[in-house]
């Protein structure tokens, strides 16, 4: 397929999610995550080769959304100590907003009648929700298990869609660093924004310390790197990828 024909697709994916959650009081009140364009390419990546019909990859795709929206939206509620605080009824929109989107995931999970791929996405949750935990309490021993956390919490989902359709561990692995990269790029744009950020506790503890950063936006941008020279090493050993996907972990890696 070609690159142009693999945003037509994409394209259409995201235009079923947002013509099936044209619900107006959030459309009009609501801003909060918007469909992950990165999450996408992946999952549709991870169906490139599957033998399912057109339609019913586009249904999965858009029901795994539904799961990632869901859970984004809840988590944009903020605790004390937030950098950004919501209003009262910001705070109610959001809730609203998740569990809408967790009742089309359910929906559509439904109407697909895959309750195997529901209990794999539902594992996602769990991990990614522990991992998380993990992140912000600190519950690590070394670097390498906190980046193995850190990958959780910004693919969990994804993994255990991409693994119940049968993709190799390579495929994987390179994609729950992309996410993550993505993840860190995120953090970085909130931190220069709000000078706040959920790694802040990892620098402070010494993690990933080895290159004596001397500030956290230094220690950031070696993470960075660390994770760009990671997805390099492990793209010379995947699968051909598409078109699509291929240009975006460039555009990712100059950035």
């Known amino acids: 397929m070609t690159y142009q024909g693999s945003l037509i697709q994409l394209k259409e994916v995201e235009r079923l999610v947002h013509d099936r959650t044209a619900y107006e009081f959030l459309k009009e009140n609501f801003d909060g995550p918007k469909t992950d364009q990165d999450q996408m390419l992946w999952l549709h990546e991870s169906l490139r080769n599957s033998e399912l019909a057109e339609t019913d990859k586009y249904r999965v795709i858009t029901a795994t959304l539904y799961v990632i929206l869901a859970h984004d939206t809840h988590e944009t509620i903020d605790e004390k100590g937030d950098a950004r605080k919501l209003t009262l009824k910001e705070r109610e929109l959001t809730v609203l907003a998740g569990d809408y989107y967790s ?128 997805i390099i090493e492990l793209r010379e050993t995947c699968e051909p990828l598409s078109a699509a996907l291929d240009m975006r972990l460039q555009e990712m890696l100059q950035r």
Do not use: C, P
């Open 103 to 230: 009742a089309l995931y359910y929906r559509t999970m439904a109407e697909l009648g895959m309750v195997d791929l529901l209990r794999a996405l539902q594992r996602g949750v769990q991990k990614m929700n522990t991992a998380k935990t993990n992140i912000y309490q600190l519950h690590v021993s070394s670097d390498e298990q906190y980046a193995s956390e850190f990958r959780a919490a910004s693919a969990a989902i994804f993994s255990e869609f991409a693994r119940y359709f049968g993709k190799e561990d390579h495929f994987v692995f390179l994609a729950e660093r992309a996410l993550a990269l993505k993840k860190l790029f995120d953090e970085r744009t909130f931190y220069e924004a709000y000078h706040s950020s959920t790694l802040k506790r990892a620098y402070e503890h010494g993690f990933f310390a080895r290159d004596a950063a001397a500030s956290f936006e230094e220690w950031l941008e070696q993470l960075i790197l660390r994770v760009k020279k990671e």
